[in-house]
Each structure stands twice: as C-alpha cells, then as structure tokens.
C-alpha cells in the first residue's frame, strides 16, 4: 500500500519564519528591558534616564521622547528630552506613561510610521516603570539624606546648647561661691573673731563668758560650714583660679582662725 505524505507532513516554511521572526522580537523586548534596568541600576538616575529615554525612542521610532519628573531639590520639574518635533502637523503620540509623582513619560512620531502593537506597548510600560521605579528610589534616598542632614544638624544644635547650659551652670557655681566666701564667710569669720576676742578680753569670770564661748562656737562651725558649701560649688577635680584679692582674704581668715 503506498501512502503519498509529501505534502501533509511537509514543513510550512513561511509559519517557521514567522515563529523564528516573534521568538527574535520576544528576545530583543526582553534584552531591550535587561540593559535598561542595568543602565537605572549603576549610574545616577538623571544620566542613566538620558539613555533609556534614547532607547525608549529607538525602540518605538519615535521621533521625539520627553520625560518630566519633579526636581529631588524641590525647584521646577526636570524636563529630559530626546530628538525633535519635525511635523508637528503629522506627528502624534506613541506612547505616554505617568504616575501620581508626577513622573510623565511621552514618545511622539509620525502618525504613518510603524505601528506600536501590544507587546511592544507591554514592553514599553515595563521600562517606563523602571524608570518610575528608579526615580522614586532616587527621590527616597535623597528624602533620607535630606533627614539625615537635618538630625545630624539638630545634634550638633543640642550638643551645643547642652555645653552653654554646662558653661552656664559651672559660671553661676563659680559666682556663688565666690559670693559666699567674699559675703557670708568673711562676716561669719569676721563675726567669730571678734566673739574671740571678746571672750579673751573680759576674762573668765564674766558671767557671759560661757554664753560669748558658746556664740563663738557657732560662729566656728558657720565659717566650716560655708567653706563646706563653697567647696562644694567648685566643679569636681578642677582648681579654680582664685584673683589676688580672693587670696589675700582666704590668708586672712586662715590667720583669724587659729
């Protein structure tokens, strides 16, 4: 029995080429968003966006390709454009692709060139959202940046106010003690000195001569007191420069008590 399969099992050459032709554009969609994500992925955003938008262009034949997105310092929206409008009258938009951040991608070419179909649309919103996703991640690690200038000033700020504060503290110590020893410690020694010689000049059969001792026992452990109180004013482990004047009265007291 003969079995004529010439023509039933025979490859259909033309279907083959069209299978190899959308397998090639399959791989050249797919390396074409590979090599964008690497150019957003090393380089700074501004510099990579100037490339993809160029490839973004090719891709699409386009003849002019603009991106917008908001400046990360604030100002007026950075404007990144590719090409020229030649026939406004003829030209027409591509593609456009924007998010709520203000990010706005357009793709403008003429209107009888070729025809953009979904997979080429498909592949277009994917590196337009790598482009998104690359800005906002720009705009992020400037936003944290931006903080962490703004919480290393603040510790300056406050390490500087605690220091005044510090400063301030150590200068009224400083005032005070010294007001007690040339104020209440001179009149107490001054005070005790004379209860002394009082004592000393009446003799001890004086009837108030155990009161005038006792008195200046008191006085005794005022001036100990307050010496007490002023070293203690003193910032701990630090020798305070005492002026001539002050010298000359801690001597003098140094005399009256003995």
Do not use: W
């Not at 190899?20 to 955003?45: C, K, M, P, S, V």
């Not at 060139?113 to 277009?124: E, H, S, Y």
């Not at 931006?146 to 005032?175: C, F, M, Y």
Request: hydrophobic share 45%; proline share 3%.
């Amino acid at each position: 029995m003969n079995h004529d399969t010439g023509t039933t099992h025979a490859p259909n050459v033309t279907e083959l080429r069209a299978l190899y032709r959308a397998a090639e554009a399959r791989a050249a969609r797919l390396r074409f968003i590979i090599e964008a994500r690497n150019l957003l992925d090393t380089q700074a955003f501004e510099t990579a966006a100037q490339e993809v938008l160029s490839r973004l262009a090719d891709f699409a034949g386009a003849a002019f390709a603009e991106l917008v997105f908001p400046s990360l310092q604030g100002d007026l929206p950075v404007q990144l454009m590719v090409g020229k409008l030649t026939s406004p009258g003829s030209d027409s938009i591509l593609f456009t692709s924007q998010d709520g951040s203000g990010f706005h991608l357009t793709l403008i070419g003429p209107s009888r060139g070729r025809a953009i179909d979904a997979d080429d649309r498909q592949t277009l919103e994917v590196v337009a959202g790598q482009l998104a996703d690359a800005y906002n991640l720009d705009r992020q690690a400037a936003e944290n940046q931006a903080l962490l200038g703004d919480l290393e000033r603040q510790r300056s700020e406050l390490a500087a106010l605690v220091a005044q504060l510090i400063q301030a503290q150590e200068q009224e110590r400083q005032r005070v003690a010294l007001d007690l020893h040339d104020g209440s410690a001179q009149l107490a020694a001054g005070l005790s000195y004379r209860l002394q010689n009082l004592a000393a000049r009446i003799g001890e059969a004086h009837v108030l001569k155990p009161e005038i001792d006792q008195l200046a026992a008191l006085a005794r452990h005022s001036v100990a007191d307050l010496r007490g109180a002023i070293a203690d004013l003193r910032p701990p482990g630090s020798m305070i420069s005492a002026s001539p004047r002050l010298c000359a009265r801690v001597s003098m007291q140094s005399t009256i008590s003995r």
